[in-house]
């Protein structure tokens, strides 16, 4: 008879399965908070529905639709990601995930993945229920190809900007500034008004927004429209947000 070998066999787990594990970890710690799920499908649901009753004075539903999915990958890319890891580094979470064999390049990549998990399912939610709306978008190729690269783009970009805040600030301040940026760019930056509805002075100023572009972009492709000139302006965005973040940003408080 083989004897039994119960000897511990401690070790990491393959480098692979420690960000999913993490990624999805994380994926379900913001879908259980009440305030993330109230700026993620609550809110934006509610102006959807809300241009569907007012019959178009918030903008058709081809223009309404994409222009709500662009504030969904706003909060969730940039509120959501910087109150979060704001209160991570405040109580010593970040510090002590990166001394675990996850390590920082982990931690990041798992905070990505968590980020990309929501958001997939923030979309399908959305997606849904503006079709059931009345959403018809214009789904022509080369056009949703390019708002794929355009919406991976600002999910990058707003992340780099969130750990930014958060890696410079105290988690309260950061808490009040984010959900300060998320209201006023949400209402001001290009997000749900087209560019074109603002004052003639304040266009070219948005134009060159993060948030504008997202906006734009996304309204263009619902169109059948390619985004091709705010696809420039986030590439040019991303260099600056991903600087920023790796100058910044601080894993301890």
Known sequence: MTALDLRPAAGAA???RRVLG???????LLVRNGEQLLVALVIPIGVLVAGRLLAGRLG?????????????????????????TGFERRYGVLERLAATPLR???LLAGKGLSVGLVLLGQLVVLSTAA???????????????LA??????????FCCLALALAGSLRAEATLALANLIYLLLAGCGGLVLPVERYPGWAQPVLEWLPTAALGEGLRSWSSGHAPVAP???????????????????????
């Open 131 to 145: 079709v059931l709306l009345g959403w018809r978008p214009l789904l022509r190729p080369v056009p949703t190809l």
């Open 14 to 16: 393959p480098a692979v």
């Open 60 to 84: 058709e539903m081809q223009v309404l639709a994409p222009s709500v999915l662009a504030l969904a990958i706003w909060s969730s890319a940039f509120t959501s990601t910087a109150i979060a």
């Open 22 to 28: 993490h990624g999805l970890t994380e994926a379900k």
């Open 104 to 106: 920082r390049s982990g």
């Open 148 to 157: 794929l690269v355009l919406v991976l783009l600002a999910v990058s970009v």
């Open 231 to 253: 696809l420039g302006v986030l590439a040019l965005w991303l260099v600056v947000a991903g600087l920023t973040a790796w100058r910044k940003f601080r894993w301890t408080s």
